[in-house]
């Protein structure tokens, strides 16, 4: 749990370096998109792991009680509610605006946009049936971020020219 703010720190360096990349060429209309969702997304893993946090803590301190208990049941759901259903739902958002503005302004190669674009849809109708599902989106900002670094670190950013 005390690595989820890391995470979050790690997002949004990400969202910035994004939006860097983008400049002045960035679509007003998909670049709000594209932080709000980003930033929602954010928000809703917190809030998450906060619910997860404290479930974990009640349970540190009321061992035999908690488990059976209306608490613990609602903690629970909320927690799975707000990361399997909010969460990755905004994630897919985030992942087709983003990829939308790839392809419009060349910010990674077309490929990757297009692979953004299956994996959100993916991600908006299989996250509710399998588990590992959810591993899409952090593949894809991986992927997102290694093509980035190979770009800079070649010197052509696709965006200058």
């Known amino acids: 749990m005390n690595l989820i703010p890391f995470a979050g720190v790690a997002f949004l360096w990400f969202l910035g370096v994004l939006r860097d990349r983008l400049g002045e ?32 803590h ?4 009321a061992t ?11 903690g629970r759901a909320f927690a799975f ?11 897919a958002v985030f992942m087709i605006s983003t990829s939308t503005l790839a392809i419009k302004t060349q910010l990674v190669a ?14 908006l109708i299989g996250s509710g049936y399998l588990d590992w599902a959810l591993f899409v989106f952090p593949a894809w900002v991986l992927l997102v971020s290694i093509y980035i670094l190979i770009d800079n670190l070649r010197g052509s950013n696709n965006l200058e020219g």
């Open 81 to 91: 509610d707000a990361m399997q259903i909010y969460a990755f739902k905004m994630a």
């Open 58 to 61: 009640a349970y540190s301190v």
């Open 110 to 123: 077309r490929w990757i946009a297009y692979l953004g674009y299956a994996s959100a849809l993916f991600l």
């Open 64 to 74: 035999g009680t908690l488990v059976g208990s209306p608490s613990f049941a609602f």
């Open 25 to 56: 060429k960035e679509d007003q209309f998909f670049a709000t998109v594209f932080l709000g969702s980003g930033l929602l997304f954010l928000g809703m893993i917190f809030a998450a792991a906060s619910a997860m946090g404290g479930l974990i």
